[in-house]
């Protein structure tokens, strides 16, 4: 028998609303091109008199595509936290969509409101998921099979294997960049 989860705190309740229409609300903007636009006379600076936020709207608009797949999966992200039964589905969606955002918010100085609204929709999906960290747990970690002990070592091995080949690979395309030193 599953073991009885806490009650549902009400604030998680007024998050998820408030995050939902934010979340359609951007998602929204995207769609009817409002976000990730910039005039037209801005395509004839140098880019380098761009600042961050000039850059990053000029580089999002570049790709309808990429603005109307974000506005939908803002819109699918929004509708599953209107509900408790997909709340948690929808937070674990929108965690890592909304960690992007609020970095490229953070990073490349878009508007104060722009990164004060990501953080918060961030903060309340890590609410929401905090809530139900156990299920969480479970699914990701409590109740997955691990290696039977008989092969567990070899696959260690193949594990250190595939880190040490990247490193490797890393640190030569690293040294063919720089171009080989000759000193004179």
Not at 24 to 34: A, C, E, R, V
Not at 51 to 72: C, D, E, F, K
Request: glycine residues 6%; hydrophobic residues 55%.
């Amino acid at each position: 028998m599953a073991e009885p989860t806490a009650p549902y705190p009400k604030y998680l309740d007024w998050l998820r609303y408030l995050s939902a229409c934010l979340l359609f609300t951007y998602g929204l903007s995207k769609l009817l091109g409002i976000q990730f636009t910039l005039p037209p006379e801005m395509a004839l600076r140098p880019v380098g008199s761009l600042t961050g936020h000039q850059l990053t709207w000029y580089y999002y608009s570049y790709s309808h595509a990429y603005a109307n797949i974000l506005g939908l999966t803002q819109l699918a992200g929004g509708a599953m936290l209107l509900f408790r039964k997909t709340a948690m589905l929808g937070a674990a969606m929108m965690l890592p969509v909304m960690s992007n955002i609020l970095m490229v918010n953070l990073f490349f100085s878009i508007a104060l409101g722009a990164l004060c609204t990501s953080a918060f929709i961030f903060a309340s999906m890590l609410a929401i998921l905090w809530h139900d960290r156990r299920a969480l747990v479970d699914v990701f970690w409590t109740d997955q099979a691990s290696e039977p002990a008989s092969v567990r070592r070899y696959y260690r091995m193949v594990a250190a294997a595939v880190v040490l080949l990247v490193i490797a690979l890393m640190g030569v395309a690293s040294w063919l960049h720089k171009g080989p030193r000759i000193s004179r």
